[in-house]
């Protein structure tokens, strides 16, 4: 994979790029306090398929936070001027938690999407009623008692690491429930196949969110994984890699 940066929005937006040159296009999106090294159970077998993007998120692995506010909406602008960039005008998305919002939005809003993978993805604010408190709580002595493997690759990937303001900024993105944040209802305007992943034990991604897709989405596949919770791609990497080539296969 080779490693590019560019700069926007005030950030330097950090991705890399390989796999196959004449391959269809998936772009890897990560989940919050993670970078591109949440998809590394899958990468190599992804390589062997298609043209990979993988992104760095802005105030992520090696991307500097910038000075735009971090929102989903934001992130997924910065998809956008990413692909633009390298000239990609058809893809598909396999996104991870936050990476799974912010391609609900880009599904949401652009039509030139393929097909979208989720793993362990909220969509719609009011699942906030459920975990307020505890992104309330979201502190870099939060993280750092409760992530520190996940600190410790940020501060050493990051070009200007600030553990305070990398958890602040998280924490404002979460509780977000303004026109920035979750795609709530326009979820409805995806028309891209959607399979929605979510480990059986996830805490984060509720049931009732989960299985409510079914009648959000036109054309949507629900795939419960057995014996994982939140990070089932690290958990379980054998059975989403079965899902993901099944799906991209239908």
């Known amino acids: 994979m080779q490693s590019k940066i560019i700069e926007y929005q005030g950030a330097m937006l950090h991705y890399q790029i390989g ?31 298609y043209r990979v993007i993988a992104i760095d998120t802005r105030g992520h692995g090696c991307s500097t936070l910038g000075t735009a506010e971090l929102t989903y909406a934001q992130a997924a602008d910065d998809v956008r001027h990413i692909l633009r960039r ?25 039509k030139n999407i393929e097909k979208i993978i989720t793993v362990g993805a909220e969509w719609h604010k009011k699942h906030l009623d459920g975990v307020r408190p505890m992104f309330e709580a979201i502190n ?42 979750y795609p709530n209802e326009n979820i409805r305007q995806i028309q ?7 480990g059986e ?14 009648t959000e989405l036109p054309d949507v596949h629900l795939m419960s994984v057995p014996f994982a919770a939140h990070e089932a791609v690290k958990e379980q990497s ?11 296969a239908a």
């Open 192 to 198: 891209a196949p959607v399979l929605a992943i979510r």
């Open 19 to 49: 796999g196959k040159e004449t391959a269809s296009v998936i772009v890897l999106l990560h989940g919050g306090f993670g970078s591109i090294a949440d998809f590394a159970p899958l990468l190599p077998r992804l390589q062997q398929h």
């Open 140 to 181: 870099s002595g939060f993280v750092k008692e409760n992530l520190p493997e996940k600190l410790a690759a940020y501060q050493a990937a990051n070009p200007k690491p600030d553990a305070e303001k990398w958890a602040a900024a998280l924490k404002a993105m979460w509780l977000d429930e303004g026109a920035s944040g």
């Open 238 to 248: 054998e059975i989403i890699w079965a899902a993901v080539q099944a799906f991209q």
């Open 201 to 214: 034990a996830d805490f984060l991604f509720a049931f009732d969110d989960w299985t409510e897709l079914k």
């Open 86 to 110: 390298e000239g990609v005008e058809k893809y598909s998305l396999f996104g991870f938690s936050d990476g799974g919002t912010t391609a609900y939005r880009l599904g949401a809003e652009d």
